[in-house]
């Protein structure tokens, strides 16, 4: 929606942009400023910064200033899009950066394609004028964000080391799921040239971290914090909340029902232990992928069946997750 948005004004005139009911709450009003202020029009139908979105173009370029800590997709969408425009787009923050490893991966991508993106003092910038192109194929990096979910199954129930393929070393920031399982004291093996990780389970101990550049690996960590010695708090997540759904509260309440010890404030999340077995009840995955297979692992991992509801949304992002639960010998009734 984002990418698209910042696109749809280098259009000569009007593109209406919708979605499902999830994104039509995600915020937008910064990039509709943005838009605005580059010479074109950005609008919200309902007036609340969301969608239905008009956009309006074509944008000339020139300087924006916007938040950082709202969405880092916002930036990504206008280097992107800048490139096009005829003066470039200058990005000014006003508040510090959160998720920065995005906008780098973005900046990475852009330059395999022959567009030059950078970094500077306060923000970002873009030439404009410039042409994407690209002879030789280029290999999208696996996703390490998904590689999060079976990482955590074999680090808590796997009776053998579980491989995971696809393990590309990039600019993405939830390759610090890496770090943070092993800083937990699991058995982590990562083969850089053959792109392989190999994780084994073992006892855990429950660590601090900060997710303000990795915030899709909360739903991840809050469930390996149910399965840790000790107390597991993930701070920094403000930004969270702002995703498919809250995603701070919803696994709050998801292990508060499963009997997990949670305390849940503003920006900090932190996970104790359960106070009986997990399992045995039925889980909203509130229409969120990353919920739901968050979830998934901690049913898996548990003592009881859980019933997840909505199952299909992982689609979103990663569609084959159950066969590949099921693969590594989880029991799995859709």
Known sequence: MRLITASA????????????????????????????????TGLSVRSDGTAPLVVGGPIAGGAVTLPGDVSSQFISAL????????????????????????????????????????????????????????????AVP?????ISYLAALGALCASDPVVIEGATPSAQGDVAIIGILEEMGASVEWDRDAETLTVEAGPLTAVSVDVG????LLPTLAVLGVFAEGQMCLENCGHVRLKETDRVAVMASALGEVGVEVIEEPTR??????????????????????IIM?????????????????????????????????????????
């Open 213 to 216: 550049d990795t915030p899709d």
């Open 79 to 138: 280097l992107m899009a800048g490139a096009h425009t005829d003066e470039g787009i200058t990005i000014d923050l006003q508040t510090p950066v959160k998720s920065a490893p995005y906008i780098q991966i973005t900046i990475e991508v852009l330059e395999a394609f022959g567009v030059r993106a950078t970094a500077i003092d306060g923000g970002y910038r873009v030439a404009g004028q410039q042409q994407y192109r690209r002879t030789a194929p280029y």
């Open 142 to 146: 696996g996703d390490f964000s998904s």
């Open 269 to 290: 999340l932190c996970i104790g232990a359960p106070s009986a077995d997990i399992g045995g009840v039925t889980l909203d995955g509130a229409g969120d992928h990353r």
């Open 294 to 334: 968050a979830l998934s692992v901690l049913a898996t991992a548990g003592d009881e069946p859980c019933v997840i509801t909505g199952a299909e949304d992982v689609a979103v992002s990663y569609p084959d997750f159950f066969d590949a639960l099921a693969t590594l010998g989880g029991s799995v009734e859709q």
């Open 9 to 40: 004004g280098l259009v000569d005139g009007y593109s209406v942009l919708t979605g499902d009911a999830s994104l039509r709450t995600r915020p937008q009003a910064p990039l509709l400023q943005a838009i605005d202020a580059l010479g074109g």
